[in-house]
DNA sequence: ATTAGGG
DNA sequence: CCCTAAT
């Protein structure tokens, strides 16, 4: 293993791109360690998991990069290296780059003729994830847009590299804000409220200082952040102002929740796609092209006065009419009185307890001090992992637990947090790029399928073999992917269209290039974002957003379409003329899963 | 096979 | 995310 070190991973570019600008979200920092005799090794297992999923994912919009403290002796600097990765090509970042680039190119190329295709092809039905890709794609942008910005996105590359490098300051990975900086928040968040005014009418992030970019922050997202680096924070407003992911890499100017790029005298797709996105986020082409019978069927309501909606809203949509539209709503929205499914416990909860209880612990619930005691001599031998020399000779780690009593060997695991195969690193230093290797065989795998579709959606066309972790058979849990803003929206678009529930039809069509997200996933997280939604309106009324921002913050407006969404959910078949929302909130509501109408 | 809910 | 009852 020589030399490996690096730590700098070049993601590729891919169609999606939802970023015209993948430039500063693909170079990843990675921390090792140095130890003693110049090797490298990763800081931790996590670390690891780390990269890998910055590998895997391709929204990760946050620079990964850490300093490193739990050696105990002074690292120089330079220990720290973030050397480029010379394996295998000895590719500089550009070349890599480009390289990245050229594939891409081939892909489209490849993909673009299916896709012409399907496009003209009214029956296919997977036209409408074709389209809803395009929140996030630019594929259909012409060749030469991605050789136009293939120049920018090298020089953004290398700057905000050499900027990253530079300062030291602005490497703080923005996960950490919360560690990164504390006399900011006093002095910054005098008032409890942000101010949304900041948001009115044209807005050049770029001319705004940290501070006030932060405030901006604030004021589309609900919570403050430390973080100091200005392209994250404007590319992170710029997302959350337009309700889209798709941040061209230039300019910041924000008029109307929509991007404007100076720079660029035609505005391209991104102006275009902003406005399709915002306030409506169904783009328009998607009622062009006939869709299956099942979308159809939504469709069937909309096409009117989608468009005038869209123009209706796209000017409107300010931090006003939404706070508007919050106290509206805030009124009207009980509690859903759906009657829910009840549930009788679940047979595991049974087996436990007709199992466990009558043996020792006979059926009494222990108090938690004599819990304590009674696990006190088990509690020590299970902090640290015993070797047992298995049947076969093999040895296996275990450690011991207690059941109802007894004392057990169970496979040691980390309680904490489940690690990911230490080998995976070696693979990974050893230059054994499974990962593209498996990411080609896999895009080829699916190519058709998604060619359908057209732009795979790249942070979708990760191969499934990155969603689990699969270590020999034995039933892994699923490696844990955020969500990311794209995702987010195409769930809240399908919601829109097909209904919360209709989760499967959600994921055929604004999922099905994201292998790794089931039906019930979709479920899941639209739950969580009913959650995020209605917790909102309370943290607002009160008390101070006291969540940690422990993921990534979810524009408001995007929380607020999905309470809408709830809402009109919940009433649906209720009153559906008696809407105050209609004039403007309601433009979401596509949607009549109830059949009728 | 999907969906809903609890964990 | 996982698990599993309900549908």
Redesign the pocket.
């Known amino acids: 293993m020589g030399t490996l070190v690096d730590t700098e991973i070049n993601r590729d570019y891919n169609a999606d791109s939802s970023s015209s600008n993948p430039v500063a979200d693909t170079v990843v920092y990675q921390l090792v360690r140095v130890e003693d005799d110049g090797r490298l090794f990763p800081a931790t297992v996590d670390e690891v998991m780390k990269a890998e999923h910055l590998l895997e994912d391709d929204k990760n919009e946050l620079f990964q990069v850490e300093t490193t403290t739990h050696t105990g002796k002074q690292i120089p600097d330079e220990s720290i290296s973030f050397k480029k990765c010379e394996s295998s090509e000895g590719l500089s970042q550009s070349e890599s780059s480009t390289a990245d680039l050229s594939t891409l190119k081939s892909k489209v190329q490849e993909e673009s003729l299916p896709l012409a295709q399907t496009l003209n092809d009214s029956s296919k039905k997977e036209d409408v994830d074709t389209q809803l890709n395009d929140h996030c794609n630019h594929m259909n942008s012409s060749m030469e847009k991605v050789n136009r910005e293939d120049n920018a996105q090298s020089r953004g590359l290398n700057d905000s590299h050499i900027a990253s490098l530079g300062s030291g300051e602005t490497c703080l990975e923005p996960v950490n804000e919360a560690v990164t900086n504390g006399s900011l928040d006093s002095e910054t968040c005098s008032s409890s409220i942000p101010d949304f005014s900041i948001l009115k009418g044209e807005i050049h992030l770029d001319s705004l200082t940290i501070r006030e970019l932060q405030e901006a922050f604030r004021a589309t997202f609900g919570r403050r952040t430390s973080v100091k680096d200005k392209l994250w924070l404007k590319r992170r407003i710029a997302m959350g102002l337009t309700n889209s992911c798709d941040i061209p890499s230039g300019n910041f100017t924000i008029k109307d929740n929509k991007i404007v790029r100076k720079d660029d005298a035609k505005e391209l797709p991104c102006s275009l796609q902003a406005s399709n996105l915002e306030a409506v986020p169904l783009p328009t082409e998607q009622l062009v092209s006939p869709i299956d019978d099942t979308y159809q069927s939504s469709q069937r309501f909309s096409p009117a006065n989608q468009e005038e909606d869209q123009q209706q809203s796209s000017c409107k949509r300010n931090r006003e009419t939404i706070l508007e539209c919050d106290v509206k709503s805030a009124d009207i929205s009980e509690e859903p009185c759906?009657?829910?499914?009840?549930?009788?416990?679940?047979?595991?909860?049974?087996e436990e307890l007709s199992e466990f209880e009558p043996r020792e612990c006979t059926g009494k619930v222990f108090t938690p001090s004599r819990i304590s005691e009674q696990c006190h001599s088990s509690s020590k031998s299970r902090s640290r992992p015993t070797h047992v020399i298995g049947l076969q000779g093999k040895t296996s780690v275990t450690r011991q637990d207690s059941l109802g009593g007894f004392t057990v060997h169970v496979p040691y695991v980390c309680r904490v947090r489940r690690q990911r195969p230490r080998k995976c690193f070696i693979a990974f230093m050893n230059f054994v790029d499974l990962e593209s290797e498996k990411r080609d065989r896999e895009h080829f795998d699916i190519s058709e399928r998604d060619a359908q579709h057209g732009l795979a959606d790249n942070s979708g066309d990760n191969s499934d073999d990155n969603?689990?972790t699969k270590l020999e058979g034995s039933?892994?849990?699923?490696?844990?992917?955020?969500?990311t803003l794209c995702e987010v929206l195409k769930l809240v678009d399908g919601v829109a269209r097909l209904g919360?529930?209709?989760?499967?039809?959600?994921?055929?069509i604004a999922f099905a290039s994201y292998t790794?997200?089931?039906?019930?996933?979709?479920?899941?997280?639209w739950?969580?974002l009913l959650r995020a939604s209605f917790a909102l309106r309370t943290t607002e009324k009160g008390a101070k957003i006291s969540r940690k921002p422990s993921s990534l913050p979810i524009p408001i407006p995007i929380l607020m379409r999905v309470r809408e969404l709830a809402e009109m959910h919940s009433k649906t078949g209720i009153d559906f003329t008696t809407r105050t929302l209609s004039d403007e909130g309601s433009t979401v509501l596509k949607e009549n899963d109830t059949g009728f109408l």
Do not use: F
Request: a positive charge; glycine letters at 2%.
């Open positions: 759906v009657a829910k499914r009840v549930r009788k416990p679940t047979k595991r909860y049974i969603a689990y039933n892994k849990r699923k490696h844990h992917r955020a969500w919360a529930g209709k989760w499967s039809e959600i994921k055929r790794y997200r089931t039906s019930v996933d979709l479920k899941d997280k739950r969580n």
